[in-house]
C-alpha cells in the first residue's frame, strides 16, 4: 500500500499562483511513477500531469500546458505541482495519485490516491 497526503490547496485570485505537495509512504516511492488529477464540481475527475519514477519525463493536460510544472524529490518522498497563472476553471479538487506504470492518461488506472485538497480561483 501507498499512503498519499496532499496539501498546499487555497484560495487564489485569478492569475495568481500555488504550490501543491504530496507526501508519499509505505512503499518505495521511486517504484512508482505520480501523477496529479482534480475534480470540478458536477465534472467527472480529470487526468492534469504525471511524472516518471526518477523524475526525468513528464506530460500534462492541454489545459493546463505551459502553466503547471510537476516535479518530484525522490528523497523527500514528495512530489509537487507549481501552478501559475491560474484561472476560474482550475477551481477543484486536486489529487495525487501513484502507480507502478507512467504514461497512464486516465484517473481510473491509477492504483492509489489521496484525500484531496481543495483549489479556488477567484474572478
Known amino acids: 500500500q501507498v499512503q498519499l497526503v496532499e496539501s498546499g490547496g487555497g484560495l487564489v485570485q485569478a492569475g495568481g499562483s500555488l504550490r501543491l505537495s504530496c507526501a508519499a509512504s509505505?512503499?518505495?516511492?521511486?517504484?512508482?511513477?505520480m501523477a496529479w488529477c482534480r475534480q470540478a464540481p458536477g465534472k467527472e475527475r480529470e487526468f492534469v500531469a504525471a511524472?516518471?519514477?526518477?523524475?526525468?519525463?513528464?506530460y500534462y493536460a492541454d489545459s493546463v500546458k505551459g502553466r503547471f510544472t510537476i516535479s518530484r524529490d525522490n528523497a523527500k518522498n514528495t512530489v509537487y505541482l507549481q501552478m501559475n497563472s491560474l484561472k476560474p476553471e482550475d477551481t477543484a479538487v486536486y489529487y495525487c495519485?501513484?502507480?507502478?506504470?507512467?504514461?497512464?492518461?486516465?484517473?481510473?488506472?491509477?492504483?492509489?490516491w489521496g484525500q484531496g485538497t481543495q483549489v479556488t480561483v477567484s474572478s
Open positions: 495519485a501513484a502507480d507502478p506504470n507512467y504514461g497512464l492518461g486516465y484517473p481510473y488506472e491509477y492504483d492509489y
Open positions: 511524472i516518471s519514477w526518477s523524475g526525468g519525463s513528464t
Open positions: 509505505g512503499r518505495t516511492f521511486s517504484n512508482y511513477a
